[in-house]
């Protein structure tokens, strides 16, 4: 087994992990860098100074994503299909600083490390920092827009967490929407794609392994049901005259443990947003929205937990009286990572005398969205206590440097170092 050639240059990396952690950070303690909003656009502009900093070379596709190089590769290996190493810089709402950022970060700084030692490799390596993963307007939506493509009434049709159009947002942020509505990738122009995250999750932690090679990516689908009733006076209209939708929002919330318990002990739904309107405390809700995001590991799992959902939203909404609209977006489905890429990531880590495990990913990736496509993998380190998308979201400096170590190492091996 080879021994690592070269290592990251931790404190920069950590020093970075640390300036951008303060993009964004609210009283409440946690991170709020949702896409799009000003402190997604400032970190944006943080991460393209580091690049111009570094002397590397940034592309920006049609949705935002950002594609960093070494100007210094020679033009015959630039030409060739590029190893791809990322992830993304938006948070979710009152997120943590280690979601997204470590991933975007330490491939950064693997080339950072590689283009400043001129080390000479088969393949380009290129740094990626996707759009909108955490969906404030569609669930990965900058892997989705590579991978599969939004047509121009997709995009017009996308309505953010906060209600605004995408395309308002998008083109008052410069964007083009039919550059967005052409955004592929040409799958012949990249060997092998690598992203490291943070677990999100107990496993590595409870099991004191270092890290994690991740063997597929759960299957995701999510949406909004919106329950249409009548508004009424909160004083005078009886209880048996009621048509209350959020009465039967709620019946339907209460019932997706059920749903997920009776599909498989692997499959998990969430409802974390509810919006009602009028909404006043003295007026009877005419509409309740609430929003589904579903996962499971297996497709025909994820298909049969849509049609239950379906179900179960169509039969409350009869059995209150009231109607039912149910607008799921396309699902996204599992996806098997790479076993050859497994391999490498497995070796690699061996070689620096880490520890590691083969486990399955329970978030959703932009990896998930390439893998289909090229070759795949991800590295997972340790998250303390398991805590994810929350203020109090934390991994190790010890484990951030391990991961970044084991991410250079494997993108040195994929782009024939
Ligand atoms: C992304 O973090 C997701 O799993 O929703
Ligand atoms: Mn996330
Ligand atoms: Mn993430």
Request: glycine share 12%; charged share 20%; hydrophobic share 40%.
């Amino acid at each position: 087994m080879t021994a690592p050639v070269l290592s990251v240059n931790a404190p920069r990396l950590i020093a970075d992990l640390t300036d951008l952690g303060c993009i964004g950070r609210v009283e409440a303690g946690g991170i709020n860098r949702t896409s799009f909003s000003a402190a997604d656009t400032e970190a944006r502009g943080w991460y393209l100074a580091r690049c111009a900093e570094a002397g590397l070379s940034v592309r920006q596709d049609g949705v935002g994503n950002l594609i960093v190089s070494s100007p210094a590769v020679a033009a015959e290996i630039a030409a060739r299909p590029a190893v791809w190493s990322g992830s993304h810089l938006d948070t979710v709402p009152n997120g943590g600083q280690f979601d997204g950022a470590l991933g975007a970060l330490a491939a950064l700084e693997c080339l950072r490390r590689i283009h400043e030692e001129g080390i000479e490799l088969q393949r380009p390596v290129c740094a990626i920092m996707y759009t909108d993963e955490e969906g404030s307007y569609a669930h990965l939506l900058g892997s989705s827009a590579l991978a599969r493509g939004f047509s121009r009434a997709e995009l017009e049709a996308m309505v953010g967490r906060d209600g605004d159009r995408f395309v308002d947002t998008f083109t008052a942020a410069g964007g083009d929407l039919d550059a967005a509505a052409q955004t592929r990738i040409d799958p012949g122009a990249l060997h092998a794609t690598v992203e490291l995250h943070i677990e999100q999750g107990p496993t590595l932690e409870e099991q004191g392994i270092q890290i994690g090679v991740v063997s597929g990516i759960v299957g995701l689908g999510g949406g909004v049901v919106t329950f249409l009733g009548r508004a009424d006076h909160a004083g005078t209209t009886p209880m048996s005259q009621r048509r209350d939708a959020l009465v039967a929002a709620g019946a339907f919330v209460v019932a997706l443990p059920e749903i997920a318990a009776r599909i498989s002990d692997r499959a998990v739904i969430t409802c974390g947003m509810v919006s009602v309107r009028p909404g006043s405390a003295n007026v009877i809700p005419e509409s309740a929205q609430v929003s589904v995001d579903f996962r499971h590991p297996e497709q025909g799992q994820v298909e049969a937990l849509e049609a239950a959902i379906r179900d179960t939203a169509r039969n409350i909404a009869a059995q209150y009286g009231l109607q039912v609209g149910i607008d799921l977006e396309e699902s996204i489905p599992p996806a098997p990572l790479d076993r050859g890429v497994q391999k490498i990531i497995a070796a690699r880590a061996a070689a620096r005398g880490l520890s590691s495990v083969s486990m399955p990913s329970g978030a959703g990736h932009d990896s998930q969205n390439l893998a289909p496509l090229v070759p795949t993998g991800m590295i997972f380190v340790p998250s303390i206590e398991g805590r994810s998308h929350c203020p109090e979201e934390n991994t190790s400096w010890e484990d951030v440097e391990n991961g970044a170590n084991v991410l250079l190492d494997t993108l040195i091996q994929l782009a024939g170092g």
